[in-house]
Every structure is written in structure tokens, then in C-alpha cells.
């Protein structure tokens, strides 16, 4: 189902993931500015959306928290993050990154929001909430993390 209101989208996920929503905002006046990012956990791993784009084309970023890397492991897991950014090198694809104040990995893709179909996020959210874990055990990227609606689709069909 298309939609052009990121809480309308927020509200269908979280229905099809079967977890609560955040608490309610108070309703904004049509002049304010987009509403603040959401954020929520499912299955033990954070995910934050966010609203961008413009009016007129309404995006979704949506932001998976990997978690952090000991000082140890960085020299071996920075790199297979950067080959994993460069396997997914598209336009509109996936990507991984350290966030800029926590310094934890984390994965996001920007999708337009008419085009975004909460069950298909859904699915893919399984497969990476999956990498997500596994990831935190091995620090090895899975399949899924590529490939993050399972076997046989490609990480690009979550792009806009």
C-alpha cells in the first residue's frame, strides 16, 4: 500500500512487525517541520526512522544499529564493511557507516516513502535483524546483509 505520511508508514510497520509503537506525539500544525525520527526495537536491534525529501517526493531513511566494534577488531571488521558498501554500490542501495556520535556501525538505506511497502520492509527487517545479531557474535557479514530479503533478491529492491 503507497503511502505519503511517514506516521501513517510508521504505524502500518510497526502493525506488520507486531511490535508497540513509540508513545503518540501531539499533532503538529501543517507549517511545522517534518516529524522527529521514531525509534524502536525489534528483536533486540534498534531501528530508527526518519522522515526526508520534500513534499512532493517524501523519502524514508531508515537507520539499523549494527552495534559497536571492539578497538581490537577494527582493523579486520572496517575494512569488510567498506567491501560489503562497495558489493552494494548502486544508486539507492544499502549501505553500512559508523555513526558520528556514537561510533557504533550502523546500516541505512533511503527509500521514497509512496513506494515503501511496510511488508516488505518487514521482511527484510527479519533477515536483518538475523545479520544483526549474527553480526554481533562473529562480526562475519551473513548473506542476508547483503541481501537483506533473503535468498535470491537482490539488496537493491529496497531502494527508492
Known amino acids: 500500500m503507497p503511502h505519503t505520511a511517514f506516521d501513517d508508514f510508521c504505524r502500518d510497520l510497526f502493525d506488520t512487525l507486531g511490535v508497540a509503537p513509540p508513545p503518540a506525539r501531539p499533532p503538529r500544525a501543517a507549517s511545522e517541520p517534518s516529524p522527529p525520527a521514531v525509534s524502536v526495537d525489534y528483536r533486540d536491534v534498534a531501528l530508527v526512522m526518519a522522515p526526508s525529501g520534500t513534499a512532493d517526493a517524501p523519502l524514508l531513511s531508515l537507520l539499523v544499529d549494527f552495534g559497536e566494534v571492539p578497538q581490537q577488531e577494527q582493523s579486520e571488521v572496517y575494512p569488510a564493511l567498506l567491501q560489503a558498501n562497495f558489493m552494494m554500490l548502486q544508486a539507492g542501495a544499502p549501505s553500512f ?4 556520535v556514537t561510533g557504533r556501525v550502523t546500516y541505512q538505506i533511503t527509500l521514497g516513502l509512496a513506494q515503501a511497502d511496510p511488508r516488505a520492509i ?23 546483509a547483503l541481501a537483506p530479503c533473503g535468498p535470491g533478491v537482490s539488496p537493491h529492491d529496497l531502494r527508492a
Open 97 to 100: 557507516s559508523l555513526h558520528p
Open 122 to 144: 518487514a521482511g527484510a527487517l527479519e533477515g536483518i535483524a538475523d545479520a544483526v545479531l549474527q553480526w554481533r557474535e562473529t562480526r562475519g557479514l551473513p548473506g542476508l
